[in-house]
């Protein structure tokens, strides 16, 4: 049994926390041409407001007189900064996990014997390569 969190428990926390108030998604880019050129561009759910009957706006930055206005609310702001160690971190575990997986269902196949010689030292040689790469793996957070 191997005995590596990949994700602290409160690590885990504050990205369930960050998503779960973020706006829901799926999340969209939409791009208008406004008066003279002028772009608009806002990322919105996919999805319509009930409230509006329109794509919920996330994100919007405006371009008008040379200047760029943009906003978006602090829970979808916080979502959006941390995604980029929030994804990394979230791969990197459940790659981690997968490789748990097998090297335990290999560990449960050698401990229920009944293998050739042959097929005991092939699998004992998994074994020991998958646990190589578990342990090889960078700790995650």
Same mark, same amino acid.
């Given at each position: &049994? ?10 885990l ?15 969209v880019i ?6 003279k050129?002028?772009?608009?561009? &806002? ?10 009957q ?29 995604a ?5 971190d979230? &791969? ?12 335990n269902?290999?560990m ?9 010689p ?18 090889? &793996?960078?700790?995650?957070?």
């Amino acid at each position: &049994m191997i005995h590596r969190n990949p994700l602290v428990t409160l690590r885990l926390k504050e990205i369930r926390h960050r998503e779960r108030d973020a706006t829901p998604g799926p999340w969209v880019i939409q791009e208008k041409t406004l008066e003279k050129g002028v772009k608009d561009k &806002m990322v919105t759910t996919a999805w319509l407001s009930l409230r509006t009957q329109f794509p919920e706006p996330i994100l919007c930055v405006t371009q008008s007189m040379n200047q760029a206005t943009l906003w978006m609310s602090d829970a979808d702001a916080e979502f959006i900064v941390h995604a980029r160690d929030d994804l990394p971190d979230l &791969m990197a575990s459940l790659q981690l996990f997968g490789h748990r997986v097998v090297y335990n269902a290999l560990m449960r196949s050698l401990q229920a014997g009944q293998h050739s010689p042959e097929d005991q030292k092939v699998l004992e040689k998994a074994i020991e390569l998958c646990w190589q790469i578990i342990q090889s &793996m960078p700790s995650v957070l």
